[in-house]
């Protein structure tokens, strides 16, 4: 057996590992809200999320088209298969730090930075894609900023529309509204999330010769899709403790207001094929929802110790990825 195709078959297993871990960590998000206001159980907020990232998963492929050849060239990747692995491996690990830790960092930023450190260590700066590498940061800074000015208008909406109206009543509205928000946001999470491990398969694949297009094969969808929803049953309750209650005090009409917000940012850039974090969207609607409740109930302590690990996640994903590489280096 050669050793490029070992490599082939260790990035399709850290691949989907990368998806699974996906799933319980970033998942989380999407249900966070309606675990937190009682609309759903943890048990039918976790099953409902995962069969509707596994369908959002099998819906659409332009993120995963963007990932395959915007970062880097694949066709003409110096080291391709380590670069590739290193990355899995870099984006991998710092999932699970901050997930260990209870903070919801961004896996899209961890495996485009890390993405970015492999190849830079292989071949320097000319390896990247700048028009593509630039469009994609820029989705990246911009989402959660749209999210954010989103949910502050969505949520003073629903304080003008429903201000004459009996709280314990709208409160039940729409704490069963908040079912298909749940529903709804899980499923922009898949259409979204779920491509990247995708697009990086596929990476993979044209650079070792084993395909010659970017078009993302049935099985690579299928193996994702399924690798997302597995790790969505598992749940991550540190990071739906988090966003559920430690950004504010969330009751029904704040997470309707943040899940429609957030989930319209996720499903337009799934539409323009732009990757984005949907722990940074999630989060910051939130934020905005909050400031436009009430400034002084957001818990702004959480919300700074959240944005400094967006902002550290990059860098410090790609340094462990250039780790990585130079370390496979040396057996490969």
Known sequence: MDTLFIITILIVFFALAFDFINGFHDTANAIATAVSTKALTPRRA???????????????TGVAKTITKDIVDPFMLENGSIVILAALLAAIFWNLLTWYYGIPSSSSHALIGSIAGAAIASAGFQELNYNGF???LQALILSPLLAFAIGFIVYTLFKIIFKNNNLSKTNRSFRAFQIFTAALQSYTHGTNDAQKAMGIITMALIANNYQQTTDI??????????????????????????????????RPVNGVAADLSSALIIFTATLIHLPVSTTHIISSSILGVGTSHRVKGVKWDTAKRMLITWVITLPISAAVAAMFYYILMLFF
């Open 134 to 136: 630039f469009k994609i």
């Open 217 to 250: 094969q049935l099985w690579v969808q299928v193996s994702c899709a399924l690798a997302m929803g597995l790790g969505t049953s598992i749940g991550g309750w540190k990071i739906i403790k988090t966003v559920g209650g430690k950004i504010m005090k969330i």
């Open 46 to 60: 976790i099953i409902l999320a995962a069969v509707m990232n596994f369908v959002g998963a099998l819906t659409f």
